[in-house]
């Protein structure tokens, strides 16, 4: 054992001089982020600004590790070390800060999603959790890099190589990522939410569920259907939450033998009728066409409300004052009939399958019998 190193007196006064310093500026350090953050707390109380009380909650979340490793490095500087060890107390100081900043950092965007989610602004949670774990992937890689670059390392071959191995991931999960960002993307653009009633191809429902990969939809008829999300952003998609109004055509015919006075009210008649009507607003009503077999009335009209059910009730109500009003005009409603008319000769008997045939009388068309002998 070296008793000279030992009986140093000024190694051990060094070292008293270091715990102590340690001591003290742990203890300032802690008071001091203590103190700020009580105050922080009172000011977000009396403020509308989410900002503070993230600042606030921010702050006590720094790591007393990371205060203790400040409280050494400060007091490292207070006492004479050779240049080796001002280098390395130059990378630890970085180091720590460096650490601190991303913590705080990363303490801030967990916060602010966990605002969003809570509060209910984040209308999709889950582009809200994707953009949050990006942000926190960037803030920690830089982190890292910084203190590489700080150390001496060189970077630039490990930036190109992450950028390579990043493509051959991408290439990999190709799929993926493509349903990924397309989470994203319906987050970031919102062609529909949660709730919305959507129609394409063959799929109608209602949005249950956004998720990482694929959309869930409960139909109308109660099954799920799962859409993955890159597959349901290549679809026209007919999104009815986001309807104010519905506008109507509906067409019906009368007969042919109708008096023209008479289908000159029919337009008035609808008029009157929608115009009586609660949400529903009439545009117009016109004797259309001569068809085949009836005169075809179109009428157009608007629904103020965009509830489905509200238009149904409306239609319905629209047919029976119809079907009531054409009645007390004697005005019939049309149906498929066609004339068939015979020039010359004489009509042919008519056979109708199903039906016996008639047989003559015994006393008119059968031979009378002669007795033999």
């Known amino acids: 054992m070296n008793w000279d190193v030992v009986l140093n007196e000024r190694l051990w006064i060094n070292i008293a001089i270091i715990t102590g310093v340690t001591l003290v500026s742990y203890l300032v350090l802690q008071t001091l982020v203590r103190v700020i953050t009580n105050r922080l707390r009172k000011m977000s109380k009396g403020s509308r600004s989410g900002f503070v009380a993230i600042a606030a909650e921010m702050l006590s979340r720094t790591s007393h590790l990371l205060l203790i490793a400040l409280s050494v490095l400060i007091a490292l500087k207070v006492v004479e070390l050779p240049d080796r060890w001002e280098a390395a107390m130059s990378h630890g100081w970085f180091i720590a800060l460096a650490f601190q900043i991303a913590l705080w950092m990363d303490t801030a965007v967990r916060l602010w999603m966990e605002s969003l989610n809570r509060d209910g602004k984040a209308r999709n949670p889950v582009t809200t959790t994707i953009i949050g774990i990006m942000i926190r992937i960037v803030i920690w890689t830089m982190m890292l890099l910084s203190i590489l670059a700080n150390l001496g390392v060189d970077i630039t071959a490990m930036v190109a190589s992450l950028g390579v191995g990043g493509i051959a991931i991408a290439l990999a999960v190709q799929t993926?990522?493509?349903?990924?960002?397309?989470?994203?993307?319906?987050?970031?653009?919102?062609?529909?939410?949660?709730?919305?009633?959507?129609?394409?191809?063959?799929?109608?429902?209602?949005?249950?569920?956004?998720g990482l990969k694929t959309t869930?939809?409960?139909?109308?008829?109660?099954?799920?259907i799962v859409c993955a999300n890159a597959d349901l952003l290549k679809q026209t998609l007919h999104n009815y939450k986001r309807m104010n109004t519905r506008r109507i055509v509906f067409k019906f015919g009368i007969t042919y033998n109708t008096p023209s006075a008479k289908v000159r009210e029919v337009s008035a008649l609808v008029k009157r009728i929608v115009d009586g009507l609660d949400n529903a607003k009439f545009d117009r009503a016109h004797f259309l066409a001569f068809d085949d077999s009836q005169l075809t009335f179109e009428v157009v009209y608007i629904m103020q409300v965009s509830d489905y059910n509200a238009y149904m009730d409306t239609q319905q109500e629209i047919n029976l004052q119809l079907l009531d009003g054409l009645r007390e005009m004697e005005v019939q409603f049309a149906f498929p009939t066609r004339s068939v008319e015979f020039i010359g000769g004489s009509f042919p008997e008519l056979t109708v399958a199903g039906m016996p045939q008639e047989k003559p009388a015994a006393n008119q068309d059968a031979p009378s019998a002669v007795p033999n002998g």
Do not use: M, T, W
């Not at 994203?184 to 062609?191: A, F, N, R, T, Y």
């Not at 939809?217 to 099954?223: D, F, P, W």
């Open 176 to 210: 993926l990522l493509s349903d990924v960002f397309a989470s994203l993307s319906i987050g970031v653009d919102k062609p529909f939410e949660i709730g919305d009633f959507v129609v394409f191809g063959d799929v109608a429902g209602n949005i249950e569920h956004i």
């Open 216 to 224: 869930r939809i409960r139909a109308l008829s109660g099954e799920q």
